[in-house]
């Protein structure tokens, strides 16, 4: 069965967004509570991890080239598990620290950026419909996360909850990721030896203007979601919108990722890539637009979680097909991490940009800067797009 790996690596990847990075927010309470220590000073964590996730990228992007990817995602899994497990030891806060920033480092060797550069660089144009299903099946992380974390934590103590993610992340993880990412790797190797040619082409991509706007592009939308999302909760206060219609619009926003991929799944055959990656920059643009306007009609809101949902699931889908088709599939590790670099750098800095907007001034500055943020992003695809045909 040809999609066999891809369920492997989707329940892989289900399983170590859940065990790692989903496990932060859904302990964070419970970390407060129990360690003492200031919300800000244990969410500084996670942000490390993301900014040291994006540092190695590139690196692991080079080993995904030489045909180790699925050791690199394996080993990734059991460090990340062994850093869990000591967690349930720490109680100083430069230890939490510590082990988050090696968490980083598990992260980028073990999610969806290097799963899903392994799968477009062994299927090439056939990557999309693979890292559709990663995705579906993977996007219910956050789902199973809180309640196994919520139910251990209360039991029996929130260290009996690190030690079980842990655990699964040694013992079921990671064989899985072996198991689904060898067989796609292998499965690729046929197909890569027959364009071998290819291997050649891509080695000054760095001083390719092609590359640079597609990386600030895409990075430039990271910027704008992660803004949104992690602001949405006081930009709708500060809306006059009530805290419970708030916490619904935000607990859909996740769904709506999953129905802009089967949106995708559904469209196809009926428009290309080119033109689904401009409809998610505009669609992020028009739901911005409608954030505005939700304070004096509510119901644009709603138009709001739909089209934001929706086009940020098609842009995790995309950005690797359309970097493949744009800068070719020679070294695509390589390329893959270093476009990563720039994107998780840009989510990574993004809560701060956006507390750092608003003490300028406030959100009626923040929001029309992140409408300009998605039309600056897709001028620079178009860019991209234009000149990687010329050349």
């Known amino acids: 069965m040809r999609d066999r790996p891809i369920v492997l690596l989707a329940i892989a990847q ?11 927010p859904a302990l964070l309470l419970h970390w407060e509570k129990s360690l003492g220590w200031s919300r800000a000073d244990l969410t500084a964590a996670i942000t490390l991890a993301v900014f040291i996730s994006a540092f190695f990228s590139p690196v692991y992007g080079r080993l995904i080239d030489a045909g180790k990817g699925p050791m690199m995602m394996a080993g990734a899994s059991v460090l990340g598990g062994v850093c869990m497990l000591l967690l349930a030891l720490i109680d100083q806060l430069w230890q939490f620290y510590l082990l988050w920033a090696v968490i980083g480092m598990c992260m980028a060797g073990s999610m969806y950026e290097p799963c899903f550069a392994l799968i477009t660089r062994a299927r090439g144009v056939d990557a999309k419909r693979a890292i559709i299903l990663v ?7 956050g789902s199973l996360s809180f309640p196994v974390a919520h139910t251990l934590a209360d039991a029996f103590g929130w260290r009996s909850a690190v030690t079980f993610f842990g655990g ?16 796609v ?4 190797r046929a197909r890569q030896s027959a364009d071998h040619h290819l291997s050649l082409a891509g080695q000054s991509f760095l001083r390719s203007p092609v590359f640079w706007c597609l990386a600030i592009g895409f990075g430039l939308g990271a910027v704008m979601h992660g803004i949104t999302l992690h602001h949405l909760l006081p930009i709708l206060d500060e809306r006059e919108v009530h805290p419970e219609v708030a916490v619904l619009a935000i607990s859909f926003i996740g769904p709506m990722q999953v129905a802009g991929r089967l949106a995708m799944m559904a469209a196809e055959r009926h428009v290309s890539n080119h033109g689904i990656a401009i ?19 509510p119901a644009l809101l709603v138009g709001f979680v739909i089209l934001f949902g ?11 097909v359309i970097a493949r088709d744009l800068l070719g599939e020679g070294q695509f590790g390589a390329k893959s991490g270093a476009l990563a670099l720039v994107y998780l750098a840009g989510s990574a800095s993004a809560p701060f940009l956006g507390s750092l907007g608003w003490s300028w001034g406030g959100y009626r500055m923040v929001l029309p800067s992140l409408i300009l943020l998605a039309l600056i992003g897709l001028v620079l695809y178009l860019l991209a797009q234009r000149m990687s045909r010329q050349n």
């Open 14 to 24: 289900l399983l170590i967004w859940a065990c790692i990075y989903y496990s932060f």
């Open 135 to 141: 995705t579906l099946i993977a996007g219910f992380a």
């Open 168 to 183: 699964v992340a040694i013992l079921l993880v990671a064989p899985i990721m072996w198991s689904g990412a060898n067989a």
């Open 185 to 188: 790797e292998q499965g690729g």
């Open 279 to 297: 409809a998610s920059f505009v669609l992020m643009a028009t739901s911005i637009g409608l954030l505005i306007g939700a304070g004096t009609t």
């Open 310 to 320: 929706g086009a940020y699931g098609m842009v995790s889908i995309i950005r690797p």
